[in-house]
């Protein structure tokens, strides 16, 4: 038995002779690396790193195959890890991620949701009728969707003045202000909300998004009754046309993932869902973004724009950016 210890000691003491050098000249480069960046290692270094990692890889296969010491086999183990990420790890910077998911990634997701985004438009537009309509019959359906803490007085009991009052820009004050807030902050929790119960077979997100029509149709529709409803419509385009459709694009995101888990094809559940999860997280990321503008437009373009042509103007260019920077056709790079 000791000489079986004393023969496994010396030929782990021999494979460590033969290829030690290597190791450390890896593990040098590793540090080197770790502790300022590829840009640190010459031309030589960073040819020479895939080899010596591809060695090291070697050398622990046969010290596994073989049951050499156990402190070498973790030894190699913790460097050929670190030494995988430099070689098969991304060499791609922050600001490349970003530029490569704002030229390619973001808008080519979008567009691969064309259907789901007008199935998402529809109910949005269906909801929005249905809320004016309701309105009509009775203006009480106005308190059903609207919190009364959150109108400020902008309801079927306020006057024409009132209201006209509160669509004059920076004339409009805190009140219009809070309910403009609101609103953002209530869209963009159905945005997140449309996305994240999209697993549940589509149902809550096209729910969801109905109701957000439905309180946009009784707000129009409580202005317009008063012969506000051109001077409402450019209040809410400024912004609207951005936050809106950033919320329909959250529906499509979750009809996406809705109808895969509910038909998934030939593939597994789980893979079909996993697919189109990662689709619609691509989707959202930008949503995010959207949304991110709308509360810029809302918070200054709208209290600095006060003359209406001006905002049916920002809110048509607004979609025309939008609807050139998704769905116009794009030059294919040759390989």
Known sequence: MIDVKVDGRLKSQRFRQEREADWKRLERLMEKVEKGSMASLSEEEILAAPVLYRSALSSLSVARATSLDRGMIDYLEMLCARAYFFVYGSRETLRSQLGAFFAGGWPAAVRGLWRETLVSVGLMVIGALVG?????????????????????????????????????????????????????????????????????????????????????????????????????????????????????????????IGWTVAFPGERSRLDAAAEAGRHAATVMGGVVVMLFFAGLLEGFGRQLIAWTPARYGVAALTALIWGLYFYAPRRRTSA
């Open 132 to 256: 004016a309509w309701l309105f009509g019959q009775d203006a009480e359906w106005y308190y059903a969707f609207m919190p009364r803490e959150m109108t400020g007085g902008r309801d079927p009991a306020a006057t024409t003045e009132m209201l006209r009052s509160t669509l004059d820009g920076a004339k409009s004050g805190s009140g219009l202000s809070m309910f403009a807030t609101f609103l953002f902050t209530h869209n963009a929790q159905v945005a997140l909300l449309a996305f994240a119960l999209g697993f549940a077979l589509c149902v809550p997100t096209a729910m969801l998004v109905i109701y957000n029509g439905v309180m946009l149709g009784v707000f129009f529709a409580l202005f317009a009754s008063r012969g506000l409803g051109v001077e409402a419509g450019g209040w809410l385009a400024i912004h609207g046309v951005t936050e809106i459709f950033a919320v329909c694009l959250a529906g499509a995101a979750g009809l996406k």
